[in-house]
């Protein structure tokens, strides 16, 4: 069975700081994998996915950016955090038109 | 591009009794449908997923139609419980790769005794 890890579980970060959210799955070779963004009490925005390692296409400019270095990790990253980036950011891998998440990472920024 | 609403954004249900959400969509390309369930600071729980050649499904207590002519997609939980009191995503893909995932605004759900 795929399971899917998201870290850190929560974090707390100052404006203008650097962040690094990770994600790996297991169980299944080369996924499509997904990163998600919820704001508080909303709906999800799709940020970034990759079908490939090394391949990353950007669905929305927030400020943000996606690597996937290995075939089951995929990272997300800024250099410089604002405080619009808090929410509930998600980790998702794809089979065709389903997504299955992780547990997510709660980010404030303060 | 593909747009999609939800609603009701807010629903209260006794236990027991059903509860309806209803999505709508734009693209009549639209080939799948999934909805999600999120509880309190968790991820999202995929509830069931159809195909655009599927107009009724059943599981578990669920029950999902959809009716292409009207572009219209719904969740029907039969006999609720307080443990269905959630966030419920819909949620449609016009691509077979799921690349390009719309999410409704959500339902909050609650279940009360």
């Known amino acids: 069975a795929q399971t899917i890890h998201q870290w850190p579980v929560a974090e707390i970060k100052a404006v203008g700081s650097p962040l690094s959210l990770g994600c790996t799955i297991k169980?299944?070779?080369?996924?499509?994998l997904y990163w998600y963004w919820q704001a508080t009490g909303g709906t999800l925005q799709q940020l970034f996915y990759?079908?490939?390692?090394?391949?990353v296409e950007s669905v929305v400019q927030l400020n943000l950016s996606a690597s996937r270095p290995k075939d089951d990790q995929f990272i997300l990253s800024t250099e410089k955090l604002l405080l619009s980036h808090s929410g509930f950011y998600l980790c998702?891998?794809?089979?065709?038109?389903?997504?299955?998440f992780g547990p997510g990472t709660r980010l404030t920024v303060l | 591009g593909e747009q999609v609403e939800q609603r009701p954004p807010h629903l209260s249900v006794r236990e027991g009794d059903s509860a309806i959400i209803i999505c709508t969509y734009t693209?009549?390309?639209?080939?799948?449908f999934s909805w999600y369930k999120q509880e309190a600071g968790a991820g999202l729980q995929l509830l069931m997923s159809?195909?655009?050649?599927?107009d009724r499904k059943e599981e578990q207590g669920l029950t999902v139609l959809l009716n292409k002519k009207d572009k219209r997609l719904s969740l029907n939980l039969t006999a609720a419980h307080p443990g269905d009191s959630a966030v419920y995503f819909c949620?449609?893909?016009?691509?077979?790769?799921?690349?390009?995932?719309?999410f409704g605004q959500g339902t909050i759900l609650k279940v009360y005794l």
């Open positions: 998702a891998w794809s089979p065709p038109g389903e997504l299955y």
């Open positions: 169980g299944k070779s080369s996924p499509n």
């Open positions: 990759s079908i490939t390692v090394g391949q």
């Open positions: 693209d009549s390309a639209t080939a799948y």
């Open positions: 159809v195909l655009s050649n599927v």
């Open positions: 949620a449609v893909s016009a691509t077979s790769s799921g690349q390009k995932l719309v």
